[in-house]
């Protein structure tokens, strides 16, 4: 796992500082829930975009940073449709 | 050779799955050229080290069964119309091999519905892999039974409109 510095805004400080007493995890681990929800609201939305045919498969993967290998193998491992092709 | 063009859809679903003891793309390749775009390689060799279907491309590609061919530049309006879409590198480059004058006649193997539908709008000749399946058991080049194996083993990849089509195709 990577390590990256990064400076919280106020607000989010608050609400990482408020997570972590609620769930009782250190601030580290707030902020690494934190991303990890992001990435899932993304991965959703862009999903649902690709579904639509909004964009394509292989925008898609690159807009999650991924190559179109790893994003096929991430859908199938959630039982998600790799296809966005209708019937 | 028959040449077929294909982005990156239909080269992994052709890596997942062995109908009769051989990878879906080998039987392709019995009878085909397999073109992909350098924008493709690139993908494959990131994902070669972390997925056996990746390997299997990357093995092709290296010993030149697959080749890899960069889209050269393309006059008009093409370019702005590509950028006007959400397509990835891939489809994009894999559209642009259409128009290189040495692939003149190669299908495109597109299953991304956009890019489909944006090869459409051009003009450019295409395939989903499960409409070349039954083409080329139509024209000899796969055996019928064959053919509706593969259709049969690629199920996950598609919706099932699409696969029950194709095996009519097959009957």
């Known amino acids: 796992m990577d390590t990256v510095t990064v400076e919280l805004k106020p607000r989010v400080k608050q609400l990482v500082e408020r997570q972590s007493q609620a769930a009782q995890i250190s601030p580290e681990q707030a902020v690494q829930e934190l991303i990890e929800l992001g990435f899932e609201i993304r991965l959703k939305e862009l999903y649902e975009r690709y579904r639509r045919a909004d964009c394509s498969f292989g925008y898609l993967a690159q807009a999650m940073g991924m190559t179109t290998w790893e994003l096929t193998h991430l859908l199938e491992e959630r039982g998600w449709p790799t296809h966005n092709l209708p019937g | 050779m028959r040449r077929l063009i294909f982005d990156a859809s239909p080269l992994i679903t052709a890596c997942k799955f062995r109908v009769q003891g051989q990878l879906v793309l080998d039987h392709l390749l019995a009878t085909s050229r397999i073109i992909i775009p350098s924008s ?132």
Do not use: C
């Not at chain 2, 590609?61 to 119309?81: C, E, K, R, Y």
């Not at chain 2, 459409?120 to 070349?132: A, E, N, P, S, Y």
């Not at chain 2, 509706?148 to 095996?167: C, G, K, M, N, Q």
């Open chain 2, 40 to 171: 493709v390689q690139n993908e494959v060799v990131i994902s070669s080290r972390q997925f056996a279907d990746a390997q299997e491309a990357e093995q092709r590609i290296s010993t030149g069964a697959i080749d890899v061919v960069v889209p050269t530049a393309v006059s008009g309006n093409v370019p702005i119309i590509l950028g006007l879409y959400g397509l990835g590198d891939g489809e994009r480059d894999a559209i642009l091999l259409t128009y290189r004058t040495d692939l003149d006649g190669a299908w495109l193997v597109m299953d991304d519905y956009l890019g489909y539908l944006v090869s459409d709008r051009l003009g450019v000749k295409k395939l989903f892999l499960l409409d070349l399946i039954p083409r080329l058991a139509a024209q000899g080049d796969l055996d019928r039974a064959l053919a509706a194996e593969i259709v049969e083993a690629t199920r996950p990849r598609y919706a099932p409109a699409f696969v029950e089509h194709s095996l009519l195709l097959l009957k």
